[in-house]
């Protein structure tokens, strides 16, 4: 819908993104088809430095990295749809009591956990997670743009339809990370580890390039339709529309503060190209990836381990407990005599 390809939009896309998590929240923006979420989108461009930081805070601040992923080839393991869901009630509390920046917050912090698991390294957990994760995500992050054109000039149609149940969304994160599961053996024996040492973005094929264009779409159209629900449930709440909001004065905050943004990112994309650069030089020399293995899978293999272990020892308990000897016995009077007298000795 043209009511959300704003100035504003503009500014915050090329100034402010600093990853993908950032350009997921802002691209779905104008996917968004109904009225409702039009009006809510507003609410998080007028908000958007909240927005953005929601979107990020679950790497910076939760680091909660078993709720970012579903392992689909272990049922479906992991925590994103539950913590999905109370992040979309505190975002729908938030909303029915006019505390917008709070609201844009929620919002942006949902969008992170509704994304993340349709990145096909989160939907299982294997040595190769090790080597290749952060290098492919950076890969995302430096070649974003060109892969978000490619989807959108692609013939295909991306569906993303939500039931009417009152799981949908946690039904819509297990739907998608399958869909991404199913792009992640292909995705891995086309990547170029020894490419994207010099240039993240030659990293591609013709194959790789396709299938992530794909889950481009598919993370910013599953996300708009999110939020179109999110602004109907919302307005049904309060009995009335979401009030409307000025863009005047979120412009000049978003002019104001490009500077800062920019230098931010060039930091931070700074440093990230080295701690890649090292994780793919280490590999080179030894094999393997431990000195400069990432904190996120750091804690993710711990979590998997204790997972492991857990599920085995309740496997273990429930066959010693299908070991219990119980059985119907044919009466026998001589038994039960013998059963009398012992209560009478007793």
Known sequence: MRGLQTPLLSILRAMHCRSTHHRFALDALPLIRSAAGVRLGRHLLSNHSRYLAGAKDPDLRFRDFHNHVIHVDDGYWGGAPRVAHQWYERLQRYLRTNRWGDAAHAAGVLS????????????????????????????????????RKQWQADTSRTVFQLSDGPGWLGEAILTASGVAHEYRDTLLAHYDLKAARKNPAAAWDDVSRDRVSQLIGLCITGWARVLERTAEDAERARDRPLPRRGAVLPLLSAGVSTPRHLLLRSLEHRLERKKVNAMIDEFAATGEVVRHMSSEQRVMEKVCRVYVREREYQRQRASEQSNSDIRILPFSPASEDGDIRAKKAA
């Open 112 to 147: 992170h956990y509704f994304t993340d698991p349709i990145q096909p390294l989160h939907t299982s957990q294997s040595k190769v997670d090790r080597i290749l994760h952060r290098p492919l995500e950076w890969s995302v992050t430096k070649s974003y743009a060109s892969l």
